[in-house]
């Protein structure tokens, strides 16, 4: 890994009109930066953003205000050639692969589909590119003349995951891939994106609600809360000194396979639920769950600082 | 002495497609003591929400057959017996589910309080002005904030925790002796997960309700359950109390459950352990170990012959070839062991 910024998204903001005078504010002020080759996690529970804030860095969605720099390239100011270069440097994997997956395609074209816009082989060439892709991602050349309602859910899931590989991307967005599957498909899927990582020097930005997952295969993490982080930091220091009252909240939730941790946890409970992202009121977003808001707190909005080393934190209390 | 209200002999349910018969549960046996938490854990399509429904009744006969040689005994009464008369008393007032799902579940075009009361006046035959005064006392114990207001909402003006409680105080209304909650997490967010988990634990402490957990999810069993039952392919491959399935389980399957989930400990980008494979088909006759064709530790007689049951305690039992005395030693996995000695 190198120091070099593959991605750097600065006050990236995204909104919704939802009706007169009212907005959804999905995304708001999220600034953080992917390093080549690393994995970014992105927490939150639903309706946080995650998503939405992966597409917009994608340029699926517009980006209301703010800029997403790719290769130091503002990419909702490049010029047509550059965005379809763009667009094969930086693939998707979507979170349900039985919706994801054109059910009227072959899995050889749902593959190749990306290949003929953007490398142009011939068909012979194009053919051998699909099986060594299905190799690739654990399955066969006999896969590429079937239908996706022939294949289990990890196996679609493969698919996707080939479908992004097979225009050689350096930068994959992977919102959710792993929960609409099954646990022990879990761990197969996560593996081979570990392992496709290692060998092809991708950079992943890794979305997904299940906290033990992220904390497994992402080098750093932020955590989102109604549209925007409050607190980014390394894995290690994120779960071993969360800062932020709502990333402690957060982790003290998550369960735990072993009785006699979870028999002798303190858990940290949060009261009431996420309130709705419409017109939100000024200052800090989680204060009326936040057991340390003060007067400050309804005021200003707090602004993500970097409160040790590396560690961010978007909190009154530091 | 504890009093066992449920007792499921044999249960083995088919569906009948076109495809084939599907056999989703084959023969599976287990009681149920007062106010205990049984845990059925398994993948997807390995019959735990089938059992959940064949002892409430709530399959559809046909495509679904239970079939001959079953038993499921409530109190002493034979389920699989009972009149269609009895059967609507036995469903809410003696055993009542939570389902997976809370936005699908609850009725869009009733308000909860109708949807609540609705029970209420069935079973206890309470007059309108008393349902609903109940249906607020439910409203309040399952901590829905101004629940005077709130049993005017309709579905889809609530959250998906707050419908999962909704769904709660509709299951609980008539103080059932039995419940059975499928997945009952699976579709919120960690934060409230925990809140529902509290309060289905302080529920079971008040009213001794015995409940039957279903759910693929280790952390929340870990938390939740007092006795665990691993399913396979329709049938249970392990059980044994909480403590004996996570520091001391044999199956090879229960092992590669355990060691799939990441845990917050490890070191991160280590290899998962991943089980390779997929459940065998259903439709077709299984010979020998339903789970050979992916276990590690597979010999040549897990391929002919069905597992006996082997009972390592009177709480734990697991049917596995390895624990014939002639078999090859086979120690629990390092990831699993490591755990113990914490």
Not at chain 2, 156 to 161: D, T
Request: aromatic share 6%.
């Amino acid at each position: 890994m190198n120091n070099e910024n593959l991605i750097e998204v600065v006050n990236l903001k995204k909104y919704f009109s939802v009706g007169k005078d009212r907005t959804l504010k999905a995304v708001d002020n999220v600034s953080f930066n992917i390093k080549k080759g690393e994995t970014l996690g992105l927490v939150g529970e639903s309706g946080c953003g995650k998503t939405t804030c992966g597409r917009t860095v994608l340029g699926i969605y517009q980006a209301t205000a703010g800029h997403v720099y790719y290769n130091g390239k503002d990419i909702h100011a490049m010029n047509r050639e550059e965005k379809l270069k763009f667009k094969k440097n930086a693939q998707m994997i979507f979170q349900d692969p039985y919706a994801s997956l054109d059910p009227r395609m072959t899995i050889g074209d749902i593959i190749g589909e990306g290949i003929d816009v953007h490398i142009k082989l011939s068909h012979k060439e194009r053919q051998e590119k699909i099986d060594s892709l299905l190799g690739k991602v654990g399955l066969n050349s006999e896969h590429s003349a079937r239908f996706p309602h022939e294949l289990s859910g990890g196996q679609r899931q493969r698919i996707g995951i080939a479908r992004a590989l097979a225009v050689e991307p350096e930068f994959i967005v992977c919102d959710e891939p792993i929960s609409a599957l099954d646990v022990s498909i879990q761990a197969q899927i996560v593996n081979l994106l570990i392992k496709l990582q290692r060998e092809l020097g991708l950079t992943y930005l890794f979305i997904s609600h299940d906290l033990s997952m992220v904390k497994h295969i992402s080098d750093r993490v932020g955590v989102m809360y109604l549209g925007s982080i409050v607190e980014l930091a390394s894995n290690h220091d994120l779960y071993e000194k969360p800062m932020h009252p709502y990333t402690q909240a957060l982790i003290s939730a998550i369960p735990i396979p072993d009785p006699k941790i979870e028999d002798n946890r303190n858990r940290i409970k949060l009261e009431g639920e996420v309130p709705s992202p419409i017109n939100t009121p000024e200052g800090c977003k989680f204060m009326k769950r936040c057991i340390h808001a003060k007067e400050i707190c309804g005021k200003i909005t707090p602004e993500l600082k970097e409160v040790e080393k590396n560690h961010f934190v978007a909190c009154h209390l530091f | 002495m504890v009093e066992k209200i449920l007792e499921v002999k044999n249960l083995q349910v088919s569906f009948h497609t076109y495809a084939g018969e599907v056999r989703a549960v084959r023969g599976i046996d287990f009681d149920l003591d007062k106010g205990e938490t049984l845990a059925l854990v398994g993948e997807s399509g390995c019959g735990k929400t089938v059992t959940a429904k064949a002892i409430m009744r709530l399959l559809k006969v046909p495509p679904a057959e239970i079939k001959k040689g079953s038993e499921i005994i409530f109190n002493g009464e034979d389920v699989l017996k009972m009149s269609k008369k009895r059967l609507s008393s036995f469903r809410g007032e003696d055993i009542s589910m939570i389902f997976q799902d809370p936005m699908t579940s609850l009725n869009p075009t009733m308000t909860i309080g109708n949807q609540i009361m609705e029970s209420l006046k069935i079973h206890k035959k309470l007059n309108k002005k008393e349902a609903e005064k109940e249906a607020i006392k439910l409203l309040e114990l399952v901590n829905i904030p101004n629940a005077k207001e709130r049993i005017k909402s309709f579905p889809h003006q609530l959250s998906g925790g707050m419908r999962q409680r909704v769904m709660i105080a509709i299951a609980l209304s008539c103080n059932p002796k039995i419940l059975i909650a499928d997945e009952p997490t699976t579709a919120l967010d960690v934060t409230i997960q925990a809140q529902i988990l509290d309060l289905l634990k302080e529920l079971k402490k008040e009213f001794e309700t015995a409940i039957i957990l279903v759910t693929h999810d280790l952390g929340v069993v870990a938390n939740f359950a007092d006795k665990i039952q691993v399913m396979y392919a329709g049938q249970v491959v392990e059980r044994g109390t909480r403590d004996e399935i996570f520091y001391n389980s044999m199956h090879p399957y229960t092992w590669a459950l355990l060691s799939s989930v990441p845990r917050l400990n490890t070191k991160g980008k280590e290899e998962l352990y991943a089980l390779g494979g997929t459940p065998p088909d259903l439709i077709l006759p299984l010979k020998g170990c339903p789970f050979s064709s992916r276990c590690e530790h597979c010999m040549e007689i897990c391929l002919e012959e069905k597992p006996e049951i082997t009972k390592l305690s009177d709480t734990h039992s697991l049917s596995c070839w390895l624990q014939h005395p002639y078999a090859p030693k086979t120690e629990r996995p390092a990831v699993l062991r490591g755990e113990r000695d914490e």
